[in-house]
């Protein structure tokens, strides 16, 4: 009995602590167990407005329970992009600067040279641009002429060729007789050297030998005499080349004239003029030696000569027409 009482007594104090440990947890259960104009909310007694209608109300529905709305839908973010990186102007190509111009120093030539005249120029020379500086000694650079396929002679050349006499006319005074006299066809040879004093003078002598006969005539009688004809003295050409090959100008001789009969009598000597019209054409050119081929063509005058004839002293004058023709090598 006594342990009933004892189990009784603890089951009470136990009941009696929960009421109490609910009572503290909660304020209210319901409605009721609030006072004045209060309601049991979430066991809280709290005030409502008047006219709220409450759980114990007829027709009431409780508040819904609050649900948090689903989060608006969000694109995802793209996965992540390396950006490009920047364009870059490659750099330009190098360049490899050129060289400060350096002009060549002017042409020197070598001390004391004296270019020789009439020497043609060495192969490639190139004409100096105007305005060459002058030459160590002192005078202006002349340079030489512009080598063509022929040149002209340029210091000396002589000459070796054939005379042809085609008529002859004169007349002699001896002994108080004056006959004609006329000269028949005569041939010979002529030689004759020049130097060039420039290319249009050149300046020589020479040297003719003819064999012919003279007839005189007096009183409707006529004689025939065989004679040698020798003449010497100074030359002149003077002229111009027409053309690469031909150079045509003028020849004049002056000599002395011996007129020498091949059968007995003496010689007679006077003096001769021989002017002519002379033309060259150069054939070969060997670099510096020529040769050429020459024609002449004038009077031979022989305006005075003396002699005797059959121990008499006399006087004559006598003009042939000749023909001169050959060959001539220089250089």
């Not at 608006?72 to 920047?86: D, K, L, S």
């Not at 190098?94 to 350096?102: E, F, L, S, T, V």
């Not at 006499?165 to 010979?188: A, D, I, L, R």
């Not at 690469?244 to 003029?273: C, H, K, N, Q």
Request: aromatic share 14%; hydrophobic share 35%.
């Amino acid at each position: 009995m006594r342990l009933t009482m004892r189990a009784i007594l603890g089951w009470g104090a136990f009941a009696a602590l929960m009421l109490v440990g609910l009572d503290a947890a909660a304020q209210c259960l319901k409605d009721t167990d609030c006072k004045l104009n209060r309601v049991c909310l979430e066991g809280r007694c709290v005030e409502v407005a008047p006219g709220t209608p409450t759980r114990t109300a007829p027709g009431y529905q409780p508040a819904p329970v609050y649900q948090q709305p689903a989060p608006a839908y969000q694109q995802p973010a793209p996965a992540y992009q390396q950006p490009a990186p920047a364009y870059q102007q490659p750099a330009p190509v190098y360049q490899q600067p050129a060289p400060a111009y350096q002009p060549a120093p002017a042409y020197q030539p070598a001390p004391g040279y004296q270019p020789a005249p009439g020497y043609p120029p060495a192969p490639g020379y190139q004409q100096p641009a105007p305005g060459y500086p002058p030459t160590a000694y002192g005078a202006p650079y002349a340079a030489p002429a512009p080598a063509g396929p022929l040149q002209w002679y340029q210091t000396f050349y002589g000459n070796l060729g054939g005379i042809f006499g085609f008529h002859g006319w004169g007349g002699m005074s001896y002994g108080g007789e004056n006959p004609s006299v006329s000269g028949q066809f005569k041939g010979g040879i002529s030689m004759s050297g020049y130097a060039v004093l420039t290319p249009n003078i050149h300046l020589g002598g020479y040297f003719d030998y003819t064999g012919g006969h003279l007839k005189s005539t007096l009183y409707g009688y006529s004689s025939s005499t065989d004679y040698d004809h020798y003449s010497f003295g100074i030359s002149l050409k003077a002229g111009q080349r027409m053309a690469e090959r031909i150079w045509l100008g003028f020849v004049g001789d002056l000599g002395l004239y011996a007129l020498d009969p091949t059968v007995g009598g003496s010689t007679w000597y006077g003096v001769e003029i021989s002017p002519r019209i002379h033309v060259d054409v150069l054939a070969f050119d060997f670099g510096v030696p020529k040769m050429s081929f020459f024609a002449s063509l004038g009077p031979s005058v022989v305006p005075y000569v003396a002699g005797s004839t059959e121990g008499t002293d006399g006087s004559g004058y006598i003009i042939y027409i000749q023909m001169y023709m050959g060959v001539t090598f220089g250089f």
